[in-house]
């Protein structure tokens, strides 16, 4: 590597006491401001992090337009449209109040609960927050809503990757110690004062495979099987990779200061809150994926004339 450092200039940093030379998050020149805005009285940024939550919302939207035009499918257009309105209203609170609640308890207790531009988004809490915005919507218009999260739960990996880009971009969330070659140095981060040692880069990771592999096993599942027409797998397939994918990324990154809250001891130590959050969800998913086969019917498609069995 040394025979590079010359051509690639201050890229390189020594990281590590090792002496083992990693890339410096700093040299990356990110910004977490995508666009500035600062005219006349106007004066507000717009964040990488907002971008990431309308381009997953927008993107998921398209995707979902064409499943829902495929044969058999749990609502027409028009309810696809209004059903991004509960979706987004759902991540919103559901992820706020959920990074309350499992993160930062004292924010119930503040104004600082609707500082949403201070950041701070639960992913667990976002997904309580939609499947209930998902069933009210599903009962007021006398849709199957196991069936609706079915198709919704194809879409959501967009999000998910573009989230976990966006917490790269900030430089948070970031990974345990380590010594890989791929590590960064990210500044301020628990060893502030200290030489601060490489880390994983667990957001890239989360974005590989809550996002990009799991929108891949669900592309398969939808599109080279028959898995729609089982009510419950499609979603018991995002909820069981999902859960892996997040249980696993979890030894690699920084554990939660904010589980010593709520644990101590062996646990606070080993088990990450996202660890915590995930087991039912895959408890969950294991569950519908092995009852889905019994729940398919002959489904009477929403728009078109044709019944599928």
């Known amino acids: 590597m040394s025979h590079l450092q010359p051509a690639l200039g201050p890229i390189f940093d020594v990281a590590v006491a090792s002496g ?15 666009l500035p805005i600062h005219f006349w009285i106007i004066n507000f940024d717009i964040k990488w992090y907002s971008i990431a939550y309308i381009t997953g919302i927008v993107v998921g939207w ?6 829902i035009a ?4 749990p609502m027409a257009r028009r309810h696809a449209d209004d059903l991004v309105f509960y979706a987004t209203l ?7 109040i959920g990074y ?3 993160y930062a308890p004292q924010l119930l207790f503040s104004l600082g609960l609707f500082r949403l531009w201070d ?16 069933i009210l919507f599903a009962r007021a218009h006398k849709l199957d809503w196991l069936r609706v999260h079915d198709y919704l739960a194809c879409a959501v990996p967009f999000g998910l990757f573009f989230g976990r880009l966006a917490n790269f971009v900030n430089g948070e969330l970031w990974g345990k110690p380590s010594d890989v070659p791929w590590a960064i140095v990210f500044p301020d981060t628990v060893g502030a004062g200290m030489l601060e040692p490489a880390r994983h880069p667990s957001q890239l990771y989360e974005a590989g495979l809550e996002g990009i592999a799991l929108f891949a096993i669900l592309w398969f599942a939808f599109w080279r099987t028959k898995a729609r027409y089982e009510p419950g797998k499609l979603v018991g397939l995002f909820l069981l990779g999902y859960g892996l994918a997040r ?14 809250f709520w644990a101590n001891g062996f646990f606070a130590d080993t088990i990450h809150m996202g660890q915590v959050l995930t087991l039912p969800m895959i408890v969950a998913g294991l569950y519908l994926i092995a009852t889905a086969k019994g729940r398919r019917t002959r489904v ?7 019944s599928v069995a």
């Open 20 to 34: 083992t030379q990693h890339l410096h998050f700093t040299d990356l020149h990110l910004s977490k401001v995508a």
């Open 62 to 67: 398209w995707y979902l337009l064409k499943l």
């Open 70 to 73: 495929q044969p058999g499918a």
């Open 90 to 96: 759902g991540i919103i609170l559901g992820g706020r």
């Open 100 to 102: 309350a609640l499992f």
């Open 119 to 134: 950041g701070g988004m639960s992913f667990h809490g976002g997904m309580i927050g939609t499947s209930i915005g998902i």
């Open 247 to 260: 249980f696993t990324v979890e030894f690699f990154r920084e554990p939660d200061a904010q589980f010593r």
């Open 300 to 306: 009477e498609p929403i728009a078109g004339t044709e």
